[in-house]
């Protein structure tokens, strides 16, 4: 028995010395943090075959709807820049009021800022902009 014990422990103390152990070195793989640039195309395709978003659907304008959209937003640009241009442009007037659709402007000069009151006529809104007089 003892010889037993004494062949099992022997044998440990053997292979303990063919054990190795190395340092343990961290290398990135993703090239956006110091990894190889090679493995970049491999990391978006995993990345896209694990991707089971959707993206939702964008509903089309008609050519129609586009034109309309397109007049809309030039029309108003226009308005907003003569509106502008009657509160701060060179001659600017003290007071006056807008009335555009269901909306009226309302603006004031008061010393060295401009009182601007928004009012939505259909729902009885109200909106107060203070804003700096920038006189050059």
């Given amino acids: 028995m003892m010889h037993k014990i004494g062949s099992v422990a022997l044998m440990l103390i053997m292979g303990a010395s063919f054990a190795h152990a190395s340092e343990i070195v961290y290398r990135p793989i993703n090239p956006s943090f110091g990894g190889n640039p090679f493995n970049s195309s491999h990391l978006i395709g995993l990345a896209d075959a694990q ?61 060295p800022n401009v009182l601007i009151n928004i009012n939505d006529l259909a729902t009885g809104g109200q909106t107060s902009i203070t804003i700096p007089n920038p006189r050059f």
């Fill in 51 to 111: 991707n089971d978003h959707e993206r939702p659907e964008d509903p089309r304008m008609s050519n129609l709807e586009s034109f309309e959209r397109t007049i809309t937003s030039s029309l108003l640009n226009r308005i907003s820049s003569e509106i502008s241009d009657r509160i701060l442009g060179e001659n600017a007037q003290e007071s006056g009021t807008f009335l555009v659709g269901n909306t009226r402007l309302d603006f004031q000069q008061q010393g």
